[in-house]
């Protein structure tokens, strides 16, 4: 699950950046708004996604109230997500146990 919230991570921060910087200028700027009826449900499926997949591994990912709640703040950020997905989404290993020390 950590690897599909991973991958629809960058892909929610991607359709938000072509739908800034591609679609809404083509709609308002070339009276064009195919960008937008394109881009504007393709967008909002990844954020639905996204802010689902958040309460799905956030118990995986061992995330604690405020990191859930900035994971999903993050969503309205346009590059955020990449941001969590880099950093915050890896799934835990486990510590290795200390091994005593030899002897010399």
């Not at 394109?38 to 591994?57: E, N, S, W």
């Amino acid at each position: 699950m950590i690897r599909v919230f991973r991958f629809v991570s960058v892909a929610e921060a991607i359709s938000f950046l072509l739908l800034l910087l591609v679609a809404m200028p083509l709609k308002y700027g070339a009276d064009a708004p195919v960008g937008v009826q394109v881009m504007g449900p393709l967008h909002g499926v990844l954020f639905i996604a996204y802010v689902g997949l958040v309460f799905l591994v956030r118990e995986q990912l061992q995330w604690d109230i405020k990191r859930t709640v900035l994971a999903l703040g993050a969503a309205v950020l346009p590059v955020a997500p990449f941001f969590v997905e880099r950093h915050w989404a890896r799934p835990v290993t486990p510590a290795a146990e200390p091994q005593p020390a030899g002897r010399a």
